[in-house]
């Protein structure tokens, strides 16, 4: 035995910690040329050789090292496998490394001590949800780089909200490339209708999470099915994950915001708002609303009102919105969504007569 | 930092192993207490990473870690002067790319920043986009939220477009420049009452959810800490008089929640369809009692107001309806009834 004072010395120790064995797989995998085969990590590498049989069953040990080699890749640390010349497909040759230049961040990738201030707000922003140990772990590596975050002038505390329960199981479709399958209900529908996509994109407009999706192609028939944009609060039963799915390069999430940016802009409703009431703050303050006239008749004495143009995505959402502002909005058109805030104010009044 | 004094996972303790090495490559002999402050962990976080640090390594040619195989530390420093000195290395030479997912993190949080006033040049926050997607080991995942629109144009990826720039965008830049110049805030405000005070305001803190923006501030009016939506403050200048309270301030308590409960506040009992519970969850008690009628769930909602209630019911037709007390019931269908009457 070695005399140093390093794993060795504690090689009888019962139990390494889990980061101790991750860390200690990452340095030996970085430190090979030319990799090392499951047999010889197994027995060399420290918190996996404690233990390993020589010439015993092993199972147990090959099933960990499985999961950390997901674990690890989890983390961004490209763990690469290389075929055994002359023996290709043979799973005990295979050989593991992790290739420097695609582990090390690229000479040129700096930031600055702006910047680094601006990725601590972005990271803020996951502070619930999925993505919060995803970001946590993004500002580790950041500050690795030993850029100090200037102090911002005002705090900030943004938040974003991961509160549908089809977010999970669609993000992580969309990282493993796989088909997915969920119930959607479509407005003025009676019942949730089955839904087979490819997952293009995840992204929130307007605070609502929309998933931007390929549908399949019909059995029998080749080529790509149509771009559909499914609200995530609309997906009202589980998402089943499916078999992989075809490759769909390109910026799909920019795609489907610039989509919605364009659905946004064609959807145009007028209202009437009693001037300083709650409606006529928040609707001004709307991105987008214009103001067409200031000042228009009430209909009634000593009420004052005045006309907006406002963009919309989708007329359900923006009927719901306008008929809780109740007398203090009347809609002007276009009629589907008049008609939509009448049916919503009728049987909310009559739910509670 | 608000994680500062979580448990760590396996994953975030090997993260934060492979982001400490070469940092401290970079700043020999740091002490402990300032590793402890850069990377947002306590000392014993630092120190307990640091021991591990010292006895890892690589098998080496021998297969048995020996002692050049393993990094080293200048053990009397560390352990007499709290100071990380590296003196053998081994593997590391470079920080760790971002995982796919950590970058699309980032990105899409820095896209949901975009109507902050630090994020108006537009083509520094691309270049900071960009250099994100270099620094991942995968194309990041396709993950995107809509930031308001600060400037002129927008890139739609079908040709520009002229945009006016967004209330929100200028509402936060005024409440920057307040800051800036340390002079108080004066604007209308339409409280949850529907009341409308002119209010005068200094600004502590920017929070957000989602799409609803939120000023916390100290107003001159109330004589107290308040919270403000964005999209009820019009009017908004800068005025003369200085700021009195500042977030720095040690009297200056932030509560951590925002929407606060009171002693004042009234209790509503509803029926919601089960989809709709999260909208509402804001509004929820902690502890209340939810049950089952009819496949729509029964429970309690704590609101200060009627005036906010009515409102809310009201944007919920068919899917919440109160149950009681009748009073509530009453306040609701006047609302809806009015409003429906403005059609006849």
Redo the contacts between chains.
Sequence with gaps: ????????A?ATASRV????R???L???L??TESGLTKNEIL????GYRQRFRAGGDNTNLERQFERDKD??R?????LETIDSPGDAGNNQMLRYRIP?G?????K????TSG?T???N???????EGS?S?????????L????V?AEE??????????L??AAFEPL?SA??KHLIVRFPYLKPGEERAREREVIP?????????WHLSAEETAPSGSDGDGARKTFLL?RI?GPVVLGKAAPARPG????????S???VW?RGVAEVQVVT???AA??L??????ERLAASVDAGAPGRAEERLRLHFVDLNILA??L?????E??VIGPPEL?GA?????????H??? | M??RQQPL????????????V??LM??DGAKVAEAAE???MTPAQIREAVE??A?????GE??????G??FDIDWDAFEERDEIVLTNL?????????????????????Q??SA?P??ADRA??AS?MG?LS?????TP??????G??TTGA?D???GR?A??P???AS?LAL??ES??RGVQLELDY?NSQ?Q?ERRRVD??????????WYLRGWCHLREAIRTFR?????NAIITEQPIEHR?SDSDVRLPDVLFAPSPDDLEVTIEVVP?AM?LL?DFIPDGATSTGHDGRIRTTLRVSHYHGL?????????VA??VAPPSA??A??A?????????R
């Excluded at chain 2, 502590?204 to 609803?212: M, P, T, W």
Aim: no cysteine; hydrophobic share 45%.
């Design positions: 035995m070695p005399s140093s004072p390093g794993p060795a504690s910690p889990v980061e101790e991750l860390f200690s990452v340095l030996a970085l430190a027995s060399t590498v420290q674990d690890i989890d983390l961004g640390v490209p420097r695609a582990y090390e961040l690229p040129d990738v700096t930031f910047e201030t601006l990725l707000l972005a990271a803020m922003v996951w502070r993505l140990g995803e970001s946590r772990r993004a500002l580790l590596k500050r690795s780089l030993g100090a911002p002038v005002l705090g900030y505390a943004p938040r974003v909200r509160r549908d993000s969309l990282e293009l994109a995840l992204v929130q407009y307007q605070g609502r609060r009202v910026d799909h999430a920019g795609a489907a915001l610039a919605l940016d364009a802009e300083d009431s709650d703050t928040r001004t303050n709307r991105r987008g609303t719901d919105e008929a809780g502002f109740g007398p909005v009347l008049r805030v009448i049916s919503r104010l009728e049987r909310t009044a739910d509670h007569g | 608000a994680d996972q396996a994953r975030d303790k090997l993260a934060f192993l492979l982001s400490l070469p940092w970079d700043h850069h990377f947002g591990l640090i006895v890892s390594g690589v098998p021998t297969d048995a870690y020996q002692h195989d393993l081994v593997a590391i030479d470079d920080s760790p790319r971002f995982s796919a997912r950590e970058a699309a993190a980032l990105i899409a949080g820095l949901y920043l902050l630090e994020n520094a926050i900071l250099k270099r620094g991942a080991s995968a995942s396709q993950v995107g939220v809509e308001a629109a927008v739609t990826g079908a477009r945009l006016a967004d209330p929100l509402t409440i920057r800051v800036e339409q529907g409308r600004p502590l803190r920017i929070e957000s959810i989602d799409a609803d964005l999209d009820r403050i019009s977030a989809s999260p969850s009515k409102r809310l019911i009201a944007s919920m037709a068919g309806t109160v019931r009453a609701v269908e609302w809806a009834r009015e409003g429906a009457a403005r059609y």
